[in-house]
Structure formats: structure tokens, C-alpha cells
């Protein structure tokens, strides 16, 4: 994989419009459908183009599969479908459908002048949503929309689902969320998803033909977060809203988690089902894709809900080689679609396997309780208890493994809590919870370490140690302020899965770090919601942490991973390229803040005082940094993850992280622009 | 020739084209997708072909010519022609194409060779076929005219 395929990389890349809005009209759905088409073969890539556009979509072309992948990473929420061909040069379309599908879960297309049932069936196990036979004829792309809306719906479904039931197990299970969140969190949260939910999509819920839910971009550090917060959760009785409060990311909403975990899920099934090979490789993903991360987290989610016994450590393992690696090709695959099929546990190799898989059978927990999700019941149930296992190992190995990303997850904990102060208050009493979930790993120094390890596994597929700056991400404004070294740094910026949401990373100054991360960083996640909702759809970006819309703010941080770590939350990742400070390894151990300086820096370290503004400027710089970096893998899940999306990608990732395999080749991960 | 005439002339030989399957109905969702709006856009899509087949053809014929034929790249190579041709109606070309894929999974070298002989004939004639067509047009439009509408069934 050519790593160095970045922006320049994509010869031809077409726009037939010039917006890429985040929604297209609805009144003339599907009219401005955001197409991109892959394919290097001149010809048809120009006559697609041209049906396309015919059929009033917005197309935008690209000849290269990297060049495709990169150009989704920058704009997450630039596309609503990608028709891609099976064969290519530079990667195989399945391989990219995987990657799509993990970390952006858009509906992607397969085509080919190949119509052997064995293609088409590849087709369908890698979760297209679609197969199309060339030479593709204009009937055929008239109806694509249909896939956009279908995705929409069933992620809506999903989140509705998750929603109400919730809602439901809200009131009655409130003495046991106690120790998760106040009630006051609670509400507050509930009434800023409701206000961003609103905000954004509200006709699109409404509306299904226009379903337009902004997608949260899962980069790796909120993977980690998410993993971490399934594993302290256990796998059975990790549910979307525990795990959402144990997250702790404002503006993401039950709906975004509960559809990474149903990735996640199939993503550890998929590991089960696939290795038999204890990669360790994922532990040390090269890729530097963020998507790793979350494939990983998924692939072990799925291992573990097929095994059992997915060890917390390899979880972590599995979840920093996911945010490593880029491509996770085998867990890639895992469409939302398959999920139900996917649940056929059967002995779950554990990829991670070493040692690893005695913490998982220990947990048992239900990973998925009152999540809708389209698995059966009973798949459910399977999957949380392997997930719950694995989970619960991942949480494990958080306090022993400084590598496993771990680290992320405790430090946020404690960073959050002397940012409890900069937080608003909804944030605060999150944050709190955090450290329950990290408990051990050390925020400080520690947190670096653990952020390395977590952030490491990515980085270190990424190659370059970009620790700081990647850990950050990963943690996603978590208070982690205190140690600057955390979590910035191990992410490997190169390939910043997404260090969306705020990594705060505490590790920067602390109070700069809370605010960090595209949300500003930690404290501020209600501010980031309310970002989110004033910047809606502005981004394009997406910030995984967030829910759709607010998400925006806090992807862009994620992508740039490369940004300083902590800090870089926002400075850091919005603009790897751009702040600098991403590239700026060194900040690990040092103050990521101050690493992150570049210009962005500034605003952090005003934003801290007040988060808001902090988050506003944050939000800014985020968005302008992000944008432009678009190599650096800025966000490990595109914004238009669902649930479903985010779970799948997750799984996807895992898979592809803990096969480590050839299948999943996670070291061709990079093919995203994150330097290695 | 006035444009009537030119007209009539671009149907025959179209029509030709098509009952001698050098053509197939794919060509015609070309035409219909060249408008007003991209007056050229058959004849840029087929400039296309045009390029990219003569690369095509260039590495099948290196590929073959080796000592130890990697057929996988030739059957990549095969594949990649088969797509576009399809794509732009090429019959002939693809139905070759087919036949070349066959005998790479085979791994027979000679017939390969002879099946990149056929490709490469199949090729030059509907590429003769298609600047004569594509020229025809030209003058048409030249003179004013517009080009007909074709559709299948005619």
C-alpha cells in the first residue's frame, strides 16, 4: 500500500459539484446523492460519472482505492454511498468496502465485469449493499438511493430502539447507573443529544427518505473509549446507554454507540469465526489508520462474543492495533447487513489470544442489554457474553498494560476529574465515571504510557511514535488532562484514527486538555454539543465522540491524530498539517498542550478558562484543521457512523485487527495517509 | 452529402454495427447519455477506450511474451479489458475477452496467444468502425445536423 497516497495521490478525483453539504435536498431526494465511484478503469469511471450525474447525483470520481479512502476520511460526512470496483490495482475493492464500511459505514456498491456467483457472494460476506454487474446500465445506478436510504432507516431504527428501550431501563435501573452518571448528566446529556438530535436531524428523522443522520466518526481514541467503556461494562451487559454515559463524549448519542456495538460485535464474531492465528501483529498495527482501531474493537468484540473468551488484553490489544491499523480487512467486511449472520458464534479464535482469553470467559456480562440491534436475541446474548468477556479483559488489561490503549480509557478518568471543573457540569459528572473505568492505568505519566499503548498499537503500525499525539485523540477530551503524556501521544497521529472526540488527553495541561478535542476538549462536552448543534453539519467532518452533528467538532480532532496529543484534541487533530502540532511526536510526555500549540494552541489555552470559548475556537480550529487533513486519517469513524455503522466498523476493524492476517492485512491499513 | 444523406448514412452503418455485434446495446446507453450539455461525450469516452485499450493491449502482449507467463496479471489485464470494453459496447472485444479469460484459468499458454491475437483483431476493427462512425457524426454536426437517436429494436 502506498502509504504516501494522500491528497496528491488522487489523480482523478472529480467533483461534478462543489458542496459537499452534509444533506442533500430533501425535496428532490434522491436528487444530490453524494456519489463517489471508484474505479481505475478510465472508461467506465467516465461513464458512471456521466450516468450518474445524469441521475442529478453529485459524483465525485476517483481512480485509486486509497486516494477514494482518503478523501472519505477528510469529508466524513461528504458522501452518501460509494460504487466501487472489485478489481483495482492499488487494493482490492473488497478490502476497501471493508474499510468503508468500518470506518465510515456508508453504503458501498460493488461492480465488476465479473459476474461469477463466488465475487458476488465475496460481495455480499464483505457487506455490500449492492452488486453490480458491468456494464452497468443507467437503470441500474437510478436506484441506488435506495441502499442510502435503507442504511439511514435501519440505523434510525436502531437508534430508536436503543432509544426507547433505554428510556425505559433508564427509570428503573437508576440506582444502578448511579455510580455511572448523575442524574443531572443524564438529563443533560438526554436534553443535548435531544437539541442536537433536533438540530440536525430533525426532519431527517422524520423523514425517512431524507434520513440524514449526521455520522459519527469513530476514531480511534473514541473507539477506545467505547471499548473501554464495553469492557468495564462487560460484554453482556455493556448497553449502549452504560456504555454511552461510561463515554462520557458529549454529543453522542445512545444511537451512535449502540450501532458501533453492533459492529463491534460483529467484528469480534468475525475474529472468532477468522482466527484461529493469535496475531499479535494487531498489537503493534502499522497502519496508522485510525479505522483500526475500531475495526479492532470490533473484530474483538466479535472474537470475544464468539469465543467468550476474548481476552481484555487482546481486546486492547486488538483495539489499539485496530486504531493502528488501517485496514481491517477481513473485520471490514462485516456489513450491517450480515450482522445477524454473523452471530453464529463459533469458537472464537482469539486472535489475541495469548493469555488473554482467561479474562474474557470471566466476563459474562451482557453487552447489549435493551440495545436493539438486528442480531437475534439469542445472537445477542452470544455477543455479549463474548463481548462482555472480552470487554471486561480489555478493561483488565487497562490498569496492567500501559500498551493496550487502556491507558486512554483510564486516563481519561482521571483527567476528568480535576477537569470535573472545566466541564460543564453535564461533562463533570461523567467524568467521574471515567476513572471507574480506566481505575488503574495511571492518568499521568502513566496515561501516556497506556495512551502509547493504546495509541501505541496504532502508532505503532503507524511506525513513527506518534504517541502523543494519537492517544489524545483517542481519549477523546476526556479530563484526562492531567497527564500530558497521556493520551495524546500514543496514538500514532500518522494515522489518527479519528482522534475524534476529544481526546483530551488529558495529558496536555490539564485544563487545556479537558478542553481539547474537537469538543474542546473535555470539560467542554456540553459544549460540545452545543458546537455540535451550532455547527450541525458544517463540518463535514465528523467527530466520532460526538453524536452526528456535534461530532463534527469533535472528529476533526480525531483525524489528526497527528495533532499533539491531549490537546491536539482540538489543535492536534483538527490539522495534523495544519497545527503542526501533530506531527509533533514529541509531545508525548511533554505538555501535549503546548506541543499542540501551533496556532490552535492558542485558543486551547484561553479555551480552557472558559470551555466554551475554548470549544468554540477549538470547534473552529477543528473544522479548518480537519478539513484540510485530510490524510491524516483524522477520524477513526466517519460521521455518518449509526450504531450499527460504528459497531460494524468496529467489528470490522477488529476483525481485521485481530486476524491480523493477510485477509485483513492491517498493514496495508495505511493506506491512508497516515505516515507511518 | 447533405445532413439527411449524413444522417442516414451514420443509421446504416450504427445499424450495421450492431447486427454484426460489434456493438451491443451499451453503446446506445452511451449515445443516450451525450447531450447539450456534453456534445462530445461519446466521442470522449471512446477516446478513452481507445488509450486505454492500446495500454491493455501492450502489457497482455509483454505479459505473454515472458518466459514464465504470470497469468494472473494476464488475467487482471483481461479482466480490466473485458469491463471497458463492456462498458462501451464493445461486443466483439469483450466476447473475446471472455473466451481469453477461459484459457488463463486453463494456464494455457498457446492458446492465450491465440486468444490475444483474436482481442487485438476484434479491437482494431470495431475501433476502425468507430472513428469512421465517430467522424460521421463530426460532419453531421458540422453541418447543423444533429445526430439520431438510436434504439435497440430498430
Known amino acids: ?676 | 452529402m447533405d445532413v439527411g444523406q449524413m444522417r442516414r448514412q451514420w443509421m446504416d452503418y450504427i445499424k450495421s454495427m450492431f447486427e454484426e455485434r460489434f456493438l451491443d446495446g451499451q453503446f446506445l446507453q452511451l449515445q443516450q447519455l451525450q447531450d447539450e450539455n456534453n456534445p462530445e461525450f461519446v466521442f470522449e469516452v471512446v477516446s478513452l477506450f481507445f488509450d486505454d485499450s492500446e495500454r491493455i493491449l501492450k502489457d497482455l502482449s509483454f505479459a505473454l511474451e515472458q518466459q514464465s507467463v504470470d497469468f494472473k496479471k494476464v488475467d487482471a489485464h483481461v479482466h480490466q479489458f473485458k469491463g471497458s470494453s463492456a462498458s462501451i459496447g464493445a461486443q466483439g472485444v469483450k466476447n473475446a475477452c471472455i473466451a481469453f479469460r477461459n484459457f488463463c484459468e486453463e494456464q494455457n499458454i498457446d492458446a492465450c496467444r491465440r486468444c490475444l491475437l483474436q482481442v487485438k483483431q476484434e479491437y482494431f476493427v470495431v475501433k476502425n468502425k468507430l472513428e469512421t462512425l465517430l467522424r460521421l457524426e463530426q460532419q453531421i454536426v458540422a453541418a447543423g445536423g444533429s445526430i439520431p437517436i438510436m434504439e435497440l429494436g430498430f
Open chain 1, 1 to 676: 500500500m502506498n502509504l504516501t497516497n494522500g491528497k496528491g495521490s488522487i489523480s482523478t478525483v472529480t467533483t461534478t459539484t462543489v458542496s459537499m453539504k452534509s444533506g442533500e435536498g430533501s425535496d428532490q431526494f434522491p436528487a444530490g446523492l453524494r456519489v463517489l465511484v471508484v474505479d481505475d478503469d478510465p472508461t467506465c469511471l467516465k461513464i458512471l460519472e456521466k450516468m450518474l450525474r445524469s441521475c442529478y447525483y453529485e459524483v465525485t470520481q476517483c481512480n485509486r482505492a486509497e486516494a477514494a479512502l482518503s478523501l472519505l476520511r477528510e469529508n466524513k460526512n461528504g458522501f452518501d454511498i460509494v460504487i466501487s470496483d472489485v478489481h483495482m490495482p492499488d487494493m482490492d475493492g473488497f478490502k476497501l468496502l471493508e474499510h468503508i464500511g468500518l470506518e465510515m459505514d456508508l453504503p458501498v456498491i460493488m461492480m465488476s465485469a465479473d459476474d461469477g456467483k463466488n465475487v458476488v457472494m465475496k460481495g455480499v460476506t464483505h457487506g455490500a449493499c449492492d452488486y453490480l454487474i458491468k456494464p452497468v446500465r443507467m437503470e441500474a445506478l437510478k436506484n441506488i438511493w435506495q441502499h442510502v436510504v435503507r442504511k439511514k432507516k435501519n440505523d434510525w431504527k436502531d437508534s430508536e430502539q436503543s432509544g426507547s428501550a433505554d428510556e425505559g431501563d433508564r427509570h428503573p435501573k437508576a440506582s444502578d447507573d448511579a455510580d455511572y452518571s448523575s442524574s443531572a448528566n443524564e438529563s443533560n446529556w438526554r436534553s443535548s443529544r435531544k437539541r442536537r438530535d433536533d438540530e440536525e436531524d430533525g426532519d431527517d428523522r422524520d423523514d425517512s427518505s431524507t434520513l440524514k443522520k449526521p455520522r459519527v466518526v469513530w476514531s480511534v481514541e473514541l473507539h477506545q473509549q467505547f471499548v473501554a467503556a464495553v469492557d468495564q461494562l462487560g460484554i453482556d451487559k455493556a448497553v449502549p446507554k452504560k456504555i454511552l454515559e461510561l463515554m462520557n463524549v458529549p454529543g453522542l448519542t445512545r444511537e451512535n454507540v449502540a450501532s458501533h456495538l453492533q459492529k463491534y460485535r460483529l467484528y469480534l464474531r468475525r475474529l472468532s469465526g477468522v482466527s484461529q492465528h493469535q496475531n499479535n501483529s494487531f498489537l503493534s498495527p502499522q497502519e496508522a489508520s485510525f479505522g483500526t482501531i475500531s475495526s479492532m474493537n470490533g473484530l474483538d468484540l466479535q472474537t470475544l462474543a464468539a469465543a467468550g473468551q476474548l481476552p481484555a488484553q487482546s481486546l486492547a490489544t486488538l483495539q489499539a492495533a485496530g486504531l493502528g491499523r488501517s485496514a481491517v480487512k477481513s473485520g471490514l467486511a462485516m456489513p450491517l447487513m450480515d450482522q445477524r449472520n454473523l452471530f453464529s458464534f463459533e469458537n472464537p479464535r482469539l486472535r489475541f489470544g495469548e493469555g488473554q482469553q482467561q479474562l474474557l470467559s470471566n466476563n459474562k456480562t451482557n453487552l447489549l442489554h435493551g440495545v436493539p440491534t438486528n442480531m437475534e436475541p439469542k445472537q445477542l446474548a452470544n455477543l455479549h457474553q463474548s463481548a462482555a468477556q472480552s470487554l471486561g479483559n480489555l478493561n483488565m488489561r487497562v490498569p496492567g498494560s500501559s500498551t493496550q490503549g487502556n491507558p486512554l480509557l483510564m486516563q481519561m478518568p482521571q483527567q476528568s476529574q480535576p477537569r470535573g471543573q472545566m466541564l460543564s457540569e453535564n461533562i463533570s459528572p461523567r467524568i467521574p465515571r471515567l476513572p471507574n473505568l480506566l481505575g488503574q492505568s495511571t492518568v499521568s505519566n502513566g496515561i501516556s504510557d497506556g495512551l502509547l499503548g493504546r495509541n501505541g498499537i496504532a502508532s505503532s503500525s503507524r511506525g513513527p511514535s506518534f504517541n502523543s499525539v494519537q492517544q489524545s485523540s483517542m481519549f477523546f477530551n476526556s479530563p484526562m488532562n492531567q497527564s500530558t503524556e497521556m493520551s495524546v501521544t500514543n496514538f500514532p497521529l500518522g494515522s489518527t484514527p479519528g482522534i475524534s472526540s476529544i481526546t483530551t488527553k488529558g495529558t496536555f495541561q490539564p485544563e487545556v486538555n479537558s478542553g481539547i478535542k474537537g469538543s474542546a476538549g473535555f470539560p467542554s462536552y456540553d459544549i460540545f454539543n452545543e458546537l455540535n448543534h451550532q455547527k450541525p453539519r458544517d463540518w463535514g467532518m465528523t467527530n466520532p465522540g460526538l453524536t452526528y452533528d456535534s461530532s463534527q467538532h469533535a472528529n476533526p480532532l480525531h483525524g489528526n491524530i497527528d495533532v499533539s496529543p491531549s490537546v491536539l484534541v482540538h489543535q492536534g487533530y483538527s490539522s495534523t498539517p495544519q497545527n503542526g502540532h501533530n506531527r509533533d511526536n514529541s509531545l508525548i510526555g511533554k505538555s501535549p498542550f503546548s506541543l499542540g500549540e501551533s496556532s490552535e494552541q492558542g485558543h486551547f489555552q484561553n479555551g480552557v478558562q472558559n470551555f466554551n470559548p475554548l470549544v468554540e475556537n477549538s470547534t473552529r480550529v477543528i473544522k479548518s484543521e480537519i478539513v484540510p487533513d485530510a490524510s491524516s486519517q483524522t477520524s477513526l469513524f466517519p460521521d455518518h457512523y449509526g450504531q450499527e455503522d460504528l459497531m460494524s466498523v468496529l467489528l470490522k476493524q477488529q476483525e481485521g485487527i485481530v486476524q491480523g492476517e493477510n485477509e485483513f492485512d492491517f498493514d496495508g491499513y495505511s493506506l491512508d495517509n497516515i505516515p507511518v
